[in-house]
């Protein structure tokens, strides 16, 4: 009964990650676009002149 359950365990586990797996990628590029957009946007914003970018704020 016990291997029973957990082979139902370890088939319901590799089967949603392949799907886990497959969605995760989409994620990792929103998230890759996402940071790239706010690295560009901070560089702008902060110009050449002002010296170093800090990013935990203005202190």
Excluded: K
């Amino acid at each position: 009964m016990v291997a029973l359950i957990v082979l139902l365990l370890i088939l319901a586990l590799f089967g949603g990650l392949g799907f886990a797996v497959h969605a995760l990628w989409f994620v990792l590029i929103a998230a890759v676009l996402l940071w790239a957009i706010g690295f560009f946007v901070g560089a702008a914003d902060t110009g050449l002149g002002s010296g170093r970018r800090h990013w935990y704020g203005r202190w």
